[in-house]
């Protein structure tokens, strides 16, 4: 379990009274209050210094040179004596005078017994994890790491100090990406990768971990296109080529990680079942939406929207259509809303900040973010004028690709973001000629989203194409199962009978039942095994359906329903069909009534709920 410092500031040494945020932002929090607010500037750096020397003596000339250094020896002392007041004034009370910060004839010093720090945090975190190999620690070092160390401070002292972070930061990285990547867990190997140059985009190392991750899992082109971001990188801040190591990287030989596979297993299937499937997939199965989707890209629709259940296989085609569009010369940009940190997605204006770093990068037009963006304006105002002035630049038409856009729903941004989406719609209308026309925007998403934005006229969700994904027709289960060697109708039946053309689960079973070793069991026998197994907890279902009683049990009232339906009662809660039906538990029956999308889900959660 990640620690997440502002919830379990009391489980920390000294039961910790303030915590000091430093990674990505500066903020002093105590429990659930307002950030303190210091009287000066320098109050607020002195005391970021001393927490960066959290429970260690400084020496008063130290800071005084530090922080004074055009003044002489007695303002020097003034200024330090009257800095440190102004701290006491908001850190301590009546009571406490000289408990958080401590002073003596020659030293100060920020108390341990009374200040948290995150970037404290980070430093155990990081010798612990990269001396160990412990990939939890590196978990969590990556996790507190949301950005640069006092990112809105930029006092000369700091530098040094945030390029050590920086330093410990990628290491953390490339060595979980190591450890992930040798485990067969290449796909977290990439999520963690793409997530980590966000906050730190400009490391060669960061770059250069995310090249083995997609090369880890046979994306050879992706792991093209980050060297070419590399070299680009490299180039605008350094004015260099990459080096040796990252060219080794990309050339070099390179194990394909895969999942375990028991020496029972004979599958053809050298895929782990689930996510996002590689572009060379022979797995995958094109849908009529695929098609709609390149028909799109081609007239260079404002709005298309990906609409599904989860695990129908959006994400897939997604990557298919930004594939599409990159073939047919259109300039793409990704955002995986999953690969953003909640600390970013929770905060609009760090959010929007690095949509705009991330389509600059990946559209290769060059942006100084810092001039960009002006804090007089809100955040959306600053995206739209930043995007605008991005797609003037850029060289033909856009394709932004949003994966797992209802990430966002729910929040307090979800109006403003998907209403700025939709006026970047209604511009190229008002607008042929401007920059906007070039800008297509291909969202997937599953959750319903008229349940989220309290006006539709407002968003994108009413305005684009939609493409929704089905469950497999039995034609189509029918040609993935003969990709696995499979042609018995029997087989194929039975398959159908108990996934119910849930593409995931389709290939699940089907793998289920390639893997028999030859001459062990008939196909009457591996169809009559996966009957008996597929709704069990350690079944070939297994995982998913532990999905399932998560997606159905973090509600009241949509637990209420569930237990409704499974004893034949009628559902009582007005929205509770529709977020079902999007979390794709929930199928409508031929007489239109609510039913389990899947067969196997009612007896595992009959037996699951009790």
Same mark, same amino acid.
């Given at each position: 379990?990640?620690?997440?410092?502002?919830?379990?500031?009391?489980?920390?040494?000294?039961?910790?009274?303030?915590?000091?945020?430093?990674?990505?932002?500066?903020?002093?929090?105590?429990?659930?209050?307002?950030?303190?607010?210091?009287?000066?500037?320098?109050?607020?750096?002195?005391?970021?210094?001393?927490?960066?020397?959290?429970?260690?003596?400084?020496?008063?000339?130290?800071?005084?040179?530090?922080?004074?250094?055009?003044?002489?020896?007695?303002?020097?002392?003034?200024?330090?004596?009257?800095?440190?007041?102004?701290?006491?004034?908001?850190?301590?009370?009546?009571?406490?005078?000289?408990?958080?910060?401590?002073?003596?004839?020659?030293?100060?010093?920020?108390?341990?017994?009374?200040?948290?720090?995150?970037?404290?945090?980070?430093?155990?975190?990081?010798?612990?994890?990269?001396?160990?190999?412990?990939?939890?620690?590196?978990?969590?070092?990556?996790?507190?790491?949301?950005?640069?160390?006092?990112?809105?401070?930029?006092?000369?002292?700091?530098?040094?100090?945030?390029?050590? =972070?920086?330093? @410990?930061? +990628?290491? %953390?990285? *490339? $060595?979980? /990406?190591?450890? &992930?990547?040798?485990?067969?867990?290449?796909?977290?190997?990439?999520?963690?990768?793409?997530?980590?140059?966000?906050?730190?985009?400009?490391?060669?190392?960061?770059?250069?971990?995310?090249?083995?991750?997609?090369?880890?899992?046979?994306?050879?082109?992706?792991?093209?296109?980050?060297?070419?971001?590399?070299?680009?990188?490299?180039?605008?801040?350094?004015?260099?080529?990459?080096?040796?190591?990252?060219?080794?990287?990309?050339?070099?030989?390179?194990?394909?990680?895969?999942?375990?596979?028991?020496?029972?297993?004979?599958?053809?299937?050298?895929?782990?079942?689930?996510?996002?499937?590689?572009?060379?997939?022979?797995? =995958?199965?094109? @849908?009529? +939406?695929? %098609?709609? *989707? $390149?028909? /799109?890209?081609? &007239?260079?629709?404002?709005?298309?929207?990906?609409?599904?259940?989860?695990?129908?296989?959006?994400?897939?085609?997604?990557?298919?259509?930004?594939?599409?569009?990159?073939?047919?010369?259109?300039?793409?940009?990704?955002?995986?809303?999953?690969?953003?940190?909640?600390?970013?997605?929770?905060?609009?204006?760090?959010?929007?900040?690095?949509?705009?770093?991330?389509?600059?990068?990946?559209?290769?037009?060059?942006?100084?973010?810092?001039?960009?963006?002006?804090?007089?304006?809100?955040?959306?105002?600053?995206?739209?004028?930043?995007?605008?002035?991005?797609?003037?630049?850029?060289?033909?038409?856009?394709?932004?690709?949003?994966?797992?856009?209802?990430?966002?729903?729910?929040? *307090?941004?979800?109006?403003?973001?998907?209403?700025?989406?939709?006026?970047?719609?209604?511009?190229?209308?008002?607008?042929?000629?401007?920059?906007?026309?070039?800008?297509?925007?291909?969202?997937?998403?599953?959750?319903?989203?008229?349940?989220?934005?309290?006006?539709?006229?407002?968003?994108?969700?009413?305005?684009?194409?939609?493409?929704?994904?089905?469950?497999?027709?039995?034609?189509?289960?029918?040609?993935?199962?003969?990709?696995?060697?499979?042609?018995?109708?029997?087989?194929?039946?039975?398959?159908?009978?108990?996934?119910?053309?849930?593409?995931?689960?389709?290939?699940?079973?089907?793998?289920?039942?390639?893997?028999?070793?030859?001459?062990?069991?008939?196909?009457?026998?591996?169809?009559?095994?996966?009957?008996?197994?597929?709704?069990?907890?350690?079944?070939?279902?297994?995982?998913?359906?532990?999905?399932?009683?998560?997606?159905?049990?973090?509600?009241?009232?949509?637990?209420?329903?569930?237990?409704?339906?499974?004893?034949?009662?009628?559902?009582?809660?007005?929205?509770?069909?529709?977020?079902?039906?999007?979390?794709?538990?929930?199928?409508?029956?031929?007489?239109?009534?609510?039913?389990?999308?899947?067969?196997?889900?009612?007896?595992?959660?009959?037996?699951?709920?009790?």
């Amino acid at each position: 379990m990640l620690m997440q410092l502002d919830s379990r500031v009391g489980e920390w040494p000294g039961q910790a009274k303030w915590v000091v945020r430093s990674l990505g932002r500066f903020d002093v929090v105590m429990g659930a209050d307002a950030p303190a607010k210091f009287r000066s500037r320098t109050a607020a750096s002195l005391l970021a210094y001393l927490v960066l020397n959290l429970g260690r003596e400084v020496s008063r000339f130290v800071l005084e040179e530090t922080f004074w250094p055009d003044s002489d020896g007695d303002r020097q002392s003034q200024n330090l004596r009257r800095a440190i007041s102004d701290l006491r004034d908001v850190l301590e009370d009546e009571n406490q005078h000289g408990t958080v910060i401590e002073t003596k004839r020659d030293v100060v010093a920020a108390s341990a017994r009374f200040l948290a720090s995150d970037a404290s945090r980070f430093l155990e975190c990081t010798d612990h994890g990269l001396h160990e190999s412990d990939e939890e620690s590196l978990y969590e070092a990556i996790t507190l790491y949301s950005g640069p160390l006092l990112a809105h401070l930029h006092d000369d002292w700091i530098y040094s100090y945030r390029l050590e =972070y920086e330093e @410990r930061y +990628a290491q %953390a990285v *490339a $060595e979980l /990406c190591r450890l &992930r990547i040798k485990a067969g867990a290449g796909k977290e190997a990439v999520r963690i990768g793409r997530t980590a140059l966000l906050a730190a985009p400009t490391r060669e190392d960061v770059h250069l971990a995310l090249i083995h991750a997609y090369r880890s899992v046979g994306l050879e082109a992706e792991a093209l296109r980050q060297f070419e971001d590399l070299e680009r990188v490299m180039d605008e801040n350094w004015g260099e080529p990459p080096s040796m190591q990252a060219r080794e990287a990309l050339e070099g030989d390179m194990p394909k990680a895969v999942a375990p596979i028991s020496p029972s297993q004979t599958a053809p299937d050298s895929e782990p079942v689930g996510g996002a499937m590689a572009l060379t997939s022979r797995f =995958y199965v094109r @849908r009529a +939406a695929d %098609a709609e *989707a $390149e028909a /799109c890209i081609v &007239r260079g629709e404002s709005v298309i929207l990906v609409q599904g259940p989860r695990q129908v296989g959006k994400s897939s085609l997604l990557a298919r259509i930004m594939a599409f569009a990159r073939e047919n010369e259109r300039r793409t940009v990704m955002t995986d809303f999953q690969t953003i940190g909640e600390s970013q997605l929770a905060d609009e204006e760090r959010l929007y900040r690095a949509l705009a770093h991330s389509f600059a990068s990946q559209i290769k037009v060059a942006i100084d973010l810092m001039s960009a963006w002006n804090d007089w304006l809100g955040p959306n105002m600053n995206l739209d004028t930043i995007i605008g002035g991005l797609l003037e630049q850029a060289e033909g038409p856009v394709v932004w690709g949003f994966d797992e856009a209802d990430s966002l729903f729910g929040r *307090a941004l979800t109006n403003d973001f998907f209403g700025l989406l939709r006026s970047w719609h209604n511009r190229r209308a008002l607008d042929p000629g401007g920059p906007w026309s070039k800008l297509s925007l291909v969202i997937s998403y599953a959750t319903e989203a008229h349940l989220f934005i309290s006006d539709l006229n407002q968003s994108p969700f009413n305005v684009g194409v939609r493409l929704p994904l089905r469950d497999f027709s039995r034609d189509e289960v029918t040609e993935l199962a003969s990709r696995y060697g499979i042609s018995k109708s029997e087989e194929i039946n039975t398959t159908i009978e108990l996934a119910n053309g849930h593409p995931f689960l389709t290939r699940r079973a089907l793998a289920f039942l390639s893997q028999s070793e030859p001459g062990k069991a008939t196909a009457n026998q591996r169809c009559n095994e996966l009957r008996a197994t597929c709704s069990l907890e350690d079944g070939p279902f297994a995982d998913h359906l532990h999905r399932i009683f998560t997606a159905v049990s973090f509600d009241k009232e949509v637990l209420e329903d569930v237990r409704n339906l499974i004893v034949g009662k009628p559902m009582v809660h007005l929205t509770t069909r529709h977020r079902l039906m999007a979390a794709g538990v929930l199928a409508m029956s031929p007489d239109a009534k609510p039913k389990f999308r899947v067969p196997a889900y009612e007896p595992y959660l009959r037996g699951a709920l009790g």
